[in-house]
């Protein structure tokens, strides 16, 4: 999977060599902005045993910065942060003489919180104006960094339909320890320079997570894991360092 997406980028990256002769400088040279949405996860990799029927929906938000090289190219910084990666799934639970007592269900709560640190690098088509301002574009690339997940680690009991019993008892919540890791993906927005400035921005950005964790209470059974989140979003970014092209 990792290898696709850095075969995509490069040809992404290639075409916008490619088409370098014909770019100009840009109309500013900076641009940061802050943008928010909601990031879907896949399941977690390889783990045939978490039925995962009902994954939580993190909400996402983030701040990025970009350096207009040219017109046509651009590299960037961003930092964003995820709510809760959960799943819920099904476990059987067997009472002592080994009858079926019931099916309750299980949350794996995978990460309390994610952070992530990533360096961008798109090709831009930029479109004028009858002016010759730019008054939007669209971006495409490759996104590349690190990825950190909080949690407390905490295995959570309960007692199946509140029956007293040791054979009733069962995990409820699995908390996975904190971890860390490498991110990589590739992305596609727009932004619409609409009010001098001042613009808006429209982005989706598929992520491919690869996180390392210790786990004591499964013999480090539960690290390394992998799963894809899908962060789409909307903002707002202001344009700044004129470059002096049509200023």
């Known amino acids: 999977m990792t290898t696709r ?3 995509v980028a490069a040809l992404a990256m290639s075409a916008t060599t490619v088409s370098a002769q014909w ?3 840009p109309d500013y040279r900076f641009n940061i902005g802050i ?3 909601i990031a879907p996860t896949t399941r977690i990799w390889g783990e ?3 039925s995962a029927d009902e994954k ?3 909400n996402t938000w983030g701040i990025v910065g970009n350096f207009n090289y040219t017109d046509r190219f651009q590299m960037g910084l961003e930092v964003n942060t995820a709510s809760e990666w959960s799943s819920r799934g099904i476990i059987t639970l067997n009472g002592l003489n080994g009858t079926t007592l019931g099916q309750p269900g299980i949350r794996y709560i995978y990460a309390d919180r994610s952070w992530t640190v990533q360096a961008r690098f798109n090709g831009v088509i930029p479109i004028y104006n009858k002016m010759r301002e730019l008054s939007a574009a669209f971006y495409y690339g490759l996104g590349i ?7 407390d680690g905490q295995t959570v009991y309960r007692q199946y339909n509140e029956q007293v019993g040791e054979e009733y008892r069962f995990v409820g919540e699995y908390h996975y320890e904190p971890a860390a890791g490498y991110t990589v993906g590739v992305q596609a927005g727009m932004d619409w320079w609409a009010l001098g400035r001042l613009g808006f921005n429209v982005e989706v950005a598929p992520r491919f997570n690869h996180l390392n964790l210790v786990d004591n209470r499964a013999s480090g059974r539960n690290g390394p894991f992998n799963l894809i ?15 002096g092209w049509n200023h």
């Open 5 to 7: 997406l850095l075969l």
């Open 23 to 25: 770019s100009n400088q």
């Open 35 to 37: 943008n928010g949405g």
């Open 48 to 50: 045939t045993d978490y």
């Open 56 to 58: 939580s929906l993190p």
């Open 145 to 151: 960094g690190a990825i950190f997940t909080v949690n």
């Open 229 to 243: 989140n899908f962060p789409c979003s909307v903002g707002l970014k202001y344009r700044f360092g004129s470059s």
